[in-house]
């Protein structure tokens, strides 16, 4: 792994990244003690209760009520509002307005005691800068002279090694040991049991299809709920169950591990992840928004960490076999998604690159899945390889380098022997900031192919060169066998990115073969008909900082997370996104504490795309060529992943709670069904003694835009994070 230098030139400017210690907020800003100076004139009463609703419903799902925990590694004002305005919220880094963020700063001091003023706080640098431990006293109290003696104790402890993390803990609620388990082959992998669900996308090469069709066009609306579980953890709901032989496995946030009887419910073990104590938000926040966290083979359950680790888990008793440092936790390096199982061989693709600690250096690694070994590794941000590799940074050396994250699942293809993943924007996000000027920026926004045995780059794609905008392009690329031009050829099928575009590539080659656009963008002007080559929309380019640009669609998207899919009954591909848009502008390189996101923007809020009627839209294309089947629009937005079966149907929840079943040639909804939440994570079907089985999550989503449905739409505070499983009445009795 490159060293890093504490000092970073950025073309001409110079950013200097300087460690913060770590206080309570109580210590750091001397709130409630005697002799602390507050800026008395600011934080109005009403001020304070518009941070509030900002912070319940855009942070606490992350935060939760502890809201001093949300200033560590702060000592003023400003750092944190420079944290929270350009890594905040998670989903969409810096979108909301300056104003909001100063009004979330100010609910947090007047919540831990600070009195409130006669003035708005202000998004001024020389205002919150004022806010500082002990500023202005005629002398230190004895508090305050501690405080101080303790300053180089407390920089000396901040740089020493973690202590040694509390062990995990194993629960076991029911004996297994008569359990039937048959262990989960390479074999069984590639051609799993249709009542089985083994990995992510069920199948290796993503398609997110399952053959079982007793729930169908004809009786889906009989469904029944049989049982439901409340998840362990807060956090956004991304869960994904896995299924095999009649055991459901669950990773939720904190990387929680849950084993239940998949007939009735019952609880049969649980691990809990134990994880060091991260240095800034973002990389806590990591931890409240883990997707689909495992898979399995042979006799195991095989977890991602976010404290980047991988670990086998015992199938029937949650015991820990092994596990692996895969990455280095205290750079910032994390897992927020989980592994690709195929050909014996674990394959992951590293999160956290945007953070400070990570620069030049973003990681996709394979190990062997018996025993954790690395086999390979490629770096994102590097590749003497390629000619043109270090030109398209445009000088910034690799040292200076964040992004290209390949923070979603890849993708496999027996056949090829070829793994597939995708990688996020550059960062920061803006080239003004970054200093690339009008390059390229490999290999971010692009899909990768590796020989799966040697790690050796057999080719990439760039979709979206000279990202300014944060769309980045990790998520799923589908693999499926078509006849183009008389020819049959393997296709990789993806929108790849937050962009909403969708390409049809050569799986063997990436030659393009067909792209299409679903959801209204206007970050790209033009797509070349015979490479693919898509260029960035200059007109939208900032060249200066502060100046706002409106961009379509917005750092939420678009799409994002939620997982696409491919039906072969239909041959259509299917995809959710949102029609929105948002403005923001560049700001110019600042200080930074650790554990914190390097994106550097200013964003002022989001808005609809133009003529659309709604926030949600579901599009269905044709595999081979693109042309479109049919749209739905409506105005919640879509916030699960997408479930096509041989019932004809296809499964999809929304934001106003509900869970969907539609035609799967027309979109009309045949079925829905009302929860507790806005559905969410990955839904799933499996089958137990002649039975199938429908599971749905839903919980907190922070991809609602309830501000944007028009209506408005009122969703629950906390969310209550649990699955719901379905089924037909009197199916094998």
Known sequence: MSSISRNREFGSRKYLHRGVSIFGLAAIWGLGSAGALYAQDYVTEEQAARGQSTYEQRCATCHGSDIISSFANYPNAELFFNYVSTAMPADAPGSLPAQQYADIVGYLLTANGMPTGSEELPPEPTILAQLTPGAGAEAPDDAAAEEEDAAPEADAAAAAPAAEVAEPVTEVADDTSGREYSPVTDEMILDPDPADWLSWRRTVNSWGYSPLDQINQDTVGDLELAWSWALGEAGQQEVMPIIHDGIMFLATNNNYVEALDAETGDLLWSYTHTRPEFQGGYHNNQAMRQKNSIALYGDDVILTTVDAKLISLDALTGQINWEVQVNDWEAGYSYTAGPLIADGKIFAGTSGCSIVGTAGACWIT??????????????????????????????????????????????????????????????????????????????????????????????????????????????????????????????????????????????????????????????VSDIDPETGRATANVEIIPTEFGEAVTFCPAIPGGRLWQASAYSPDTGLFYVQAANTCQTMAATEMSEAAPG???????????????????????????????????????????????????????????????????????????????????????????????????VIAAGQSNQTHAALTPGGLATPRLGGNSIHVFRLPNQGE
């Open 596 to 694: 914190t996101a390097m994106g550097m923007i200013q964003g002022f809020g989001e808005s609809l795309a133009p003529d659309a009627t709604g926030v949600g839209s579901l599009h269905a294309l044709n595999a081979i060529d693109g042309e479109h089947a049919f749209d739905v629009q409506q105005g919640p937005r879509f916030t699960s992943s997408i479930l096509p079966t041989a019932g004809r149907l296809l499964f999809v929840g929304d934001a106003d709670r509900y869970i969907k079943a539609l035609d799967d040639e027309t979109g009309e909804t045949l079925w829905q069904h009302r929860l507790q939440a806005p559905v969410g994570g990955t839904p799933a079907t499996y089958e137990v003694d002649g039975v199938q089985y429908l």
């Open 366 to 523: 394979a190990h062997d899945a018996e025993t954790g070994e690395e086999l390979w590794r490629f770096n994102t941000l590097e590749d003497p390889n390629n000619p043109d590799f270090e030109d398209s940074w445009g000088g910034v050396p690799q040292e200076n380098r964040w992004g290209a994250t390949p923070w979603a699942t890849a993708s496999y293809d027996p056949d090829l022997n070829m793994v597939y993943f995708g990688t996020g924007m550059p960062i920061p996000y803006m080239e003004i900031t970054r200093g690339t000027g009008d390059n390229d920026v490999l290999y971010t926004n692009s899909t990768l192919a590796f020989d799966a045995d040697t790690g050796e780059l057999k080719w990439y794609f760039q979709h979206l060169p000279r990202d300014n905008w944060d769309l980045d392009s990790p998520f799923e690329r589908l693999i499926i066998d078509a006849e183009v031009d008389g020819e049959m050829r393997k296709m990789i099928v993806t929108t790849p990115g937050k962009n909403g575009i969708t390409f049809g590539l050569d799986a063997e080659t990436g030659e393009f073969i067909w792209a299409e656009e679903t959801v209204y963008q206007n970050v």
